[in-house]
Every structure is written in structure tokens, then in C-alpha cells.
């Protein structure tokens, strides 16, 4: 039987702010390495100052979230709201990195990889193998990227599978953010910008011509090793197959031709996949999420 409190007694009755989650967390400790790095390029980025200032309104976003009496539609977002900080995170790194002096590492990773792959893979692969059939499928593997960091979370959060959601969450954030500390203190520009340009072959299909356009709206200058595309998938794979076994089957097939197309499609060095495959694996295996419970509240009709 269910007892219906006095409404005297429940407006009484303070509410309890609700603890900071591991995500949460990361998020804080990684703005906070940022904002020290944003302190001290301001002087010759002073767009650093818009970072800092940005960083701030995440504190008291965060604080809103916790402090607030949430609702179920306030509680999903607090589920999943990294997920939308992702792009703007990303553009931070265009700022930190954007010094015309910048120093960059591109000839210490092709110094890498002509060790493990005994020639620049980047280069030689499609001109070894020219395959527009290839190129679709590559790019349009690149392209599901978007899709496979952030639907699984949704969907577990549409089955109500909130442990799934939180772990999902924190281990794609958690790869993002061990990829975007290497960018912003060993950068690296990638094939893409050090090589002479694709043939128009690879680059003239839908596939292509679609990713292409998404990245001029918010591609950051020397995030290229590790890949943070692979990585992410990588990770992401794991997590949504430890929620769900058939979601991770699902986007087996993808990931596996994203981390083939990155470096066929010469946005990527091949080490830069491979470091990605390694940060991704490390992060989606060895996560573990905190325990927490969960309270279905039913009513008698």
C-alpha cells in the first residue's frame, strides 16, 4: 500500500542537492587543465579570455543541475548533457592551438609511421587501391561517427536503462578527453594538411562531399593523433555492447570501416588510428561506472 505524505510535510521537507557524478567530475578536473593552458596562451590568443568565461558558465550550469528539483525530462538531460558539450569542446581546441607559431609533431608521427607501416599509408593506400566504391563507403562510415558516439545513450535512455546511459556517457567522455589533452600539448595537423590534396576522385561522391562539409563547420587544427574519431567509436562500441549486446554488434561492422577509412581517406596517419584503437579500447574496457540505484515510484489507482 502506498501512503501519501501531508502536503504540509513535503513542503517542508528540504530539498537535497544531488551529488556530482563521475562524468561530472571529469568534466571539471579536464576544464580546469584547460583553463590554466587558456591562462597562459591568452597573451597570444586572446580568445583564450572567451574559454575562460565560458568555462565559468559551465560551474554554474552544473550547479543549476544538481541544486535544482528535476523533473523527467530535467533528469534525462542530466543524463546525457555531455554529450552536448562535445562540439563546443572541440572548437576550444581551434582557439589553444590557433598561435601561428604553433609547434607541431606531424614529422615525428610519419617518423612513426614509416616504422610500423614502412611507408606513409596515408598516401600509398588509395593510390595502391583506387576504389570510388571505397571512397563512399568510407566516407559514409566516417560519417556515422556523429551517430555512434550518441544515439546508443539515447536509446538506453528511452528503455529507462539509466546505469547503461551513465556508463555510455562516461566512457565516451572520458576517450574524448584523454584525445583532446594530447591534442592540446602534442598537436598534430594530420595528412590532410601536410600532404597535397586528395584526387577529385576520392573526394566527388554524396559521401564525401557530406562530410566534408560538416567538418569546414568545426574542424580544430592538430587533432589528429590519436584519432579522436576512432577512439570515440571504439569506445563507444564497448560501452554500448556492455548495455546492450546487439546494439554492439550493430555498430561493430561501422567502426571497423571508420578505422579503415580514416586512413584510406588520408585524414588520418595510420599510427593516429592505431593509438586511436588503443585509447579507445583502454578507456571502453576499463571504465567502471559508479553504483547507483534506481527508484521506480508507482501509484495505486
Not at 47 to 70: E, N, P, S, Y
Not at 146 to 169: C, E, G, K, N
Not at 234 to 247: D, K, L, M, N, Y
Amino acid at each position: 500500500m502506498a501512503v501519501a505524505l501531508p502536503a504540509s510535510h513535503e513542503a517542508s521537507t528540504p530539498h537535497r542537492s544531488q551529488p556530482l557524478l563521475a562524468v561530472d567530475w571529469l568534466l571539471l578536473g579536464y576544464l580546469s587543465i584547460v583553463s590554466v593552458v587558456a591562462l597562459a596562451r591568452a597573451a597570444e590568443q586572446p580568445d583564450c579570455w572567451w574559454l575562460l568565461l565560458a568555462h565559468g558558465l559551465f560551474v554554474v550550469f552544473l550547479a543549476l543541475l544538481t541544486r535544482v528539483r528535476l523533473g523527467p525530462v530535467g533528469q534525462a538531460l542530466r543524463e546525457v548533457y555531455p554529450l552536448f558539450l562535445l562540439a563546443g569542446l572541440y572548437s576550444e581546441l581551434d582557439v589553444l592551438n590557433g598561435a601561428a607559431d604553433l609547434r607541431i609533431y606531424d614529422g615525428l608521427v610519419q617518423r612513426w609511421e614509416l616504422a610500423f607501416f614502412a611507408s606513409q599509408v596515408s598516401q600509398e593506400w588509395y593510390r595502391a587501391v583506387p576504389s570510388r566504391f571505397l571512397s563512399v563507403l568510407f566516407h559514409g562510415a566516417y560519417f556515422s561517427y556523429y551517430f555512434i558516439v550518441s544515439l546508443p545513450a539515447f536509446y538506453f535512455l528511452w528503455r529507462r536503462d539509466f546505469p547503461a546511459t551513465r556508463h555510455f556517457v562516461l566512457v565516451v567522455m572520458t576517450t574524448f578527453v584523454v584525445c583532446y589533452l594530447v591534442f592540446i600539448f602534442f598537436p598534430v595537423a594530420g595528412p590532410y594538411y601536410v600532404f597535397p590534396p586528395p584526387p577529385d576522385w576520392l573526394l566527388d561522391n554524396p559521401a564525401a562531399r557530406l562530410v566534408y562539409q560538416t567538418l569546414a563547420t568545426g574542424s580544430s587544427y592538430g587533432t589528429a593523433f590519436p584519432s579522436s574519431h576512432v577512439a570515440a567509436t571504439v569506445a563507444a562500441a564497448i560501452a554500448a555492447g556492455r548495455g546492450s549486446p546487439r546494439v554492439g554488434l550493430i555498430l561493430l561492422t561501422p567502426t571497423i570501416l571508420l578505422l579503415l577509412g580514416v586512413v584510406y581517406c588520408q585524414m588520418h596517419y595510420g599510427v593516429d588510428a592505431m593509438a586511436g584503437v588503443m585509447v579507445g579500447g583502454a578507456v571502453g574496457v576499463g571504465t567502471r561506472t559508479q553504483k547507483w540505484k534506481v527508484t521506480k515510484v508507482a501509484s495505486d489507482k
